[in-house]
């Protein structure tokens, strides 16, 4: 291989990354919209975002990236190809991630948002401040499986032309003739891409985890297992939510009798 | 802009649904293959010497962690020229087995760990040969408590079966891209095909969820 060849591999290399980025962005906000919607209470919003996230789930990504381009254009619009990538992969890996969003806000005990509800916290307020935060540092590891995911699901816009690394691989291997060669070379490239998103994202999950004051996740084997009491009164010290007040309800969860100075402590407070 | 032709869409049924066949086929040999490989996987995950542990883990890794489809290109075009020549469908069959087996062996490995350290010791206790703690003990209780996992990736391999049209296996997506070739239209065939995938995956997570309730302990 010369090293035009090369230059060629390297600038889908950089194609995929920014496929990856824009629809991991696009992804991230559908999954946070569309798993918000599934716990609001209204009906109807429940309904369409459970309609939109079994849809998108139930269908191929390669097909729905056929269907954005060539179908599309049929009935009025015409996207470019690069569009078409991401918005197909931002859609489907969305619905994924919305499942996630949903199932990590699911996972917040209970006792956290009737202590919201009980310091008269607004409904944005109590997600913002209170669940959310909460919630977060349960929603990285499974984000990090989705990332490699969408990372691979980049590949199929090459069927639309689009000029990323399998695409170029392929105008390589019409160059040279050898597939075997160019073939390796593009999945050790993809395999090194995916190493770093799983590296930075544990980086990740240390940081977010820290910042709720929860042990750095399960550093090697199994969990080390940690009486209840001995993690909660350390959430409720560093939770972000207006100082030290909801310290003492969240500390509440664990032991009743914190709950009560904490509770007494906030009931001053919003008089 | 134009409108949906129905006598157009009824024109390509015929295809979509040979395609669909075809489609069903590769998803359910690749399935019984990467039933298959998984367990080989997560059996060697556990071997007593690392020198079988570290290299299965790290081709477990590489080939979890890198593109189906770039997969099936390799595959397509560097078996022949070492010698084998098989049918796309037989090598889309095998990429896509080899590429699940992969997700099935977390989801085995998962199920073995799950399996009480009791069932360990009862078996030692009795002290059944290795083969039969293994064949009569672990894998029925673990694999019964790991199907709707395994269910799940059907589903995944199932939505991940019109990549085999890039390496020209006659599947849904391939035949909905010859008939909008032949009369450029793609609307219809394309939309048809999804609502496919659709019609056929959601029913079959809606079987996998109530599957879990059944199973789960």
Known sequence: MTTGLYELLLRGLWLTVQLTVFSAVLAAAVAFLAGLARLSRRWIVRFVAGVYVEFFRGTSALVLMFWLFFALPLLGWQLAALWAGTLALGLSYGAYGSEIVRGALRAVPPAQREAAIALSFTPAQRMLRVLLPQALPEMVPPFANLLVELLKGTALASVLGIGELAFSAQLVRLATGDSAQVYAIILVMYFVVAFVITRAMRLLERRAKASVGRAPGRSRGRPTRVPPGAIDPAVGATATVGGGTAGGGTAGGASPGTAAAGGTATGGDVA | ?217
């Open chain 2, 1 to 217: 802009m134009r409108t949906w032709d129905w006598s157009y869409t009824g024109h390509v049924m015929p295809d979509l649904l040979r395609g669909l066949l075809v489609t069903v086929e590769a998803t359910a040999l690749g399935s019984l293959l990467a039933f298959a490989l998984g367990l080989v996987w997560a059996l060697a995950f556990r071997a007593p010497t690392r020198w079988v542990r570290w290299p299965v883990r790290a081709v477990v890794e590489f080939v979890r962690n890198t593109p189906l489809l770039v997969q099936l290109f390799f595959l397509f075009y560097v078996l022949p020229s070492a010698g084998l020549t098989f049918s796309p469908l037989a090598t889309g069959v095998f990429g896509l087995g080899l590429h699940y087996s992969t997700y099935t062996a977390e989801v085995y490995r998962a199920g073995i760990d799950g399996v009480p350290p009791g069932q360990w010791e009862a078996a030692t206790a009795l002290s059944l040969p290795r083969r039969r703690v293994w064949i009569a003990v672990i894998l029925p209780q673990a694999i019964r408590r790991v199907v709707p996992a395994l269910g799940n990736y059907v589903i995944a391999m199932f939505k991940d079966t019109p990549m085999l049209a890039a390496i020209t296996v006659l599947d849904m997506l391939k035949q909905a891209e010859e008939a909008g070739a032949e009369s450029f239209r793609y609307t219809e065939p394309i939309t048809v095909v999804g609502l496919l995938f659709v019609l056929i995956a959601y029913p079959t997570s809606l079987l996998m969820r109530a599957l879990e309730r059944r199973l789960g302990t």
